[in-house]
């Protein structure tokens, strides 16, 4: 690029997942090694701070940088290689995991841990560690990878794995990308038989029963993941569903083999009779405290007629990809968006905790219109959620008036604090820099060392990390 | 509706109009950010609105012409004046060449100003209005955009593209709740228009100034003549036929 970047960069409005965050940042997209050294070297020159981003599926501040240079790592997607022997894959930050599971698949492999759509990148599943409906069995994402290179502000590259440079390795890994540039993942993918689940939905009527149906379940189950209907109250508090899904063999399922290719691992084309692309606009009139009220008493109602057969086979990715379904889907949240507060509770506390938290959104009048439960597993990463114990996902549209909406976070906060937690900076929008401190504590600390030691100027920032206080509060250092 | 501005940046401030909207958001207690070239009269204005001891005023040189400093300089006074709610873009310049002249350099010049400066002062504003979801954007064109113009070649083709710039930058940030204001003047008395001769219909630049604000408070992202009498010259100055328009001496 001629010129300065400060001068002459494209700008864009950048937004969270959840539309109710945005920032304005000059922002390039390097498409070589070459370029993203330049692009960091002149950087520093001109003291802007520098984030990187993907797809934008944070939901809140974590890919922004207001007034700073935003790194947009797609023109550096390629799969490098596969190794259909072994299922290692490696591939370039961009690429996302739609590109690890296309590749993967049609040779019997899936990735271990995918989130809930398939649009991230792997440099933002690197940064926030991210986990799957399976975190409580093969643990975080961060726990697949092998290797890692990661560019530092002076342009070098270090290679890093469990072995070599290990602390980098565990620090770079929900390192939120503050820690450098990364440049390569190195990816182990895991082998499958069929290109399809079992999948077995159970109804929970209440919160305890669900804690009880993991419980019960966990030993057996390859996946887990449990739905709520969180506007029940009294004896319903906390209903829903849970969806079991295991790995089938190739004897239980001979069919199975031939969903191992990518063309019949689609999604449906469309939902009840409306074009998948058109859906959101049919859910834009429901997605308010009376239409969601409806729609979750619905669902809780509905898979009865599943129960009767038990089970059903489900491909990969229609089990994988829920938020896949619907495209644009948070466009029905209307321009304030939306935030999601993601729990998490040790096990110790967890049942008590999550009631009270249902409670009190209850009582605040604030009521998610989608919660989403999971079992969790503690991993060796610097500054990843992860734990042993359990989160709830509550989906929150922006009101009008969002005071009350911040108010109740702010409590929730407290909640998760008061209870042993931890924070999901994929998610949060909310926490405050202390907050987030009290919850990492010396893990923190050592964190930030690290930082200080690799990045002494503060070159890798976001709104996120200045936020959660991991860099300094203005641009320009 | 009316919205009150409390954050403005004007650029092409230190005469004329640009002066006077500049004036008058200080009156009304906003604080103000006054761009342009030439530091003595902007030097003189912000001492006006001093002495008149209303809203805050920040003085920056800037040349609107060197697209490359822009940025920065929007990202600093955003800063100092702690917010944005509106940017008026009013740094004009004219030339008139006389019969079978033909002066490259000055008819550039105007689209430098008048298009280039505003596209990369509008840019920036457009952006952050759209993060933040609110915000007024005005730009001084003329009744002299309606049509290409013998008289005034480089002139009515830079109101032209400013008209156009402006009408594009409308349909793509209204959406984000952003009030894209383009104002087409008729004559108005100030040191660009001095050496013109015929001066129909004209206005005072505190007159002007008081309209552009009250159509740019009324919201809506309007396209507005002003003074109005202008919308009815300019339907007719657009209907006349090319055959009959090129043999004007307009």
Known sequence: M?????????????????????????????????????????????????????????????????????IDNRGMARVLSFDPGTGVIEAQPGATIEDIWRTGLPHGYWPHVVPGTMHPTLGGCVAMNIHGKNCFKV????????????????????????????????????????????????????????????????????????????????????YLVGWLDCFATGAALGRGLVHQADYVSAAEDPQGVSHLDPARQGLPPSVMGVPRSLVWRFMKPFTNDLGMRLVNDIKYRLPETFESSGTFLEGHVAFAFLLDYVPNWRNAYGDAGFIQYQLFLPDATARKGMAEALALCQKRGVISYLGVFKRHRPDEYLLSHGLDGWSLALDFAVPSQPQRLWDLCRELTALVLDAGGTFYPAKDQIVDAASFAQAFGPRLERFLELKQSLDPEGLFSSDLARRLGLAPATPGR | MSLRFQHAIVVGASSGIGAEIARQLAADGASVAIVGRRVTELEAVAAGIRSAGKGKVLVAPHDVTQYDSAPPLFEKLVADLGGLDLVVYAAGNIFVPAESEYDF???????????????????????????????????????????????????????????????????????????????????????????????????????????????????????????????????IIRSIPSAIFRRLDL
């Not at chain 1, 290179?149 to 990308?177: K, S, V, Y």
């Not at chain 2, 015929?198 to 100034?209: V, Y």
Request: net charge positive; proline share 4%.
């Open chain 1, 2 to 70: 001629s010129g300065s970047l400060r001068s002459t960069a494209p700008w864009r409005v950048l937004d969270g997942f959840g539309s109710s965050r945005r920032a304005v940042s000059r922002c390039v997209t390097p498409r070589s090694l070459e370029e993203l050294a330049a692009l960091l070297k002149q950087a520093h020159q001109e003291r802007l701070h520098v984030s990187f981003r993907g797809n934008g599926r944070s939901y809140g501040d974590a890919s922004l940088n207001q007034g700073g240079l935003a």
């Open chain 1, 139 to 222: 643990g975080p994402f961060g726990d697949h990878v092998s290797e890692l290179d990661l560019m530092t502000p002076d342009g070098g590259l270090r290679t890093l794995t469990r072995e070599h440079e290990g602390e980098l390795f565990r620090a770079t890994i929900a390192g939120l990308g503050l820690l450098g540039a990364v440049t390569r993942v190195k990816l182990q993918l895991k082998k499958i038989e069929s290109g399809r689940l079992r999948v077995r939905p159970i109804r929970t009527r209440t919160l305890g029963e669900m804690f009880d149906c993991f419980v019960e379940r966990m030993p057996n189950a390859d």
């Open chain 2, 105 to 235: 350099a000055k008819d550039r010049a105007m689209i430098e100003v008048q298009v280039i400066g505003a596209m990369a002062w509008t840019h920036l504003a457009a952006a952050h209005f759209e993060a933040q979801r609110s915000g007024t954007i005005v730009g001084l064109s003329s009744i002299a955009g309606e049509r290409g113009r013998r008289t005034m070649p480089g002139y009515t083709t830079a109101k032209a593209a400013l008209s156009a710039w402006l009408e594009a930058l409308r349909n793509r940030v209204s959406r984000y709740g952003v009030n894209v204001v383009t104002v087409k003047l008729g004559f108005v008395d100030t040191i660009m228009t001095a050496k013109l001769t015929k001066k129909p219909m004209m206005i005072s630049a505190q007159k002007a100034a008081d309209s552009i604000l009250a159509t740019a408070r009324r919201g809506g992202s309007p396209s507005a003549f002003i003074p109005g009498q202008w919308g009815l010259v300019g339907m």
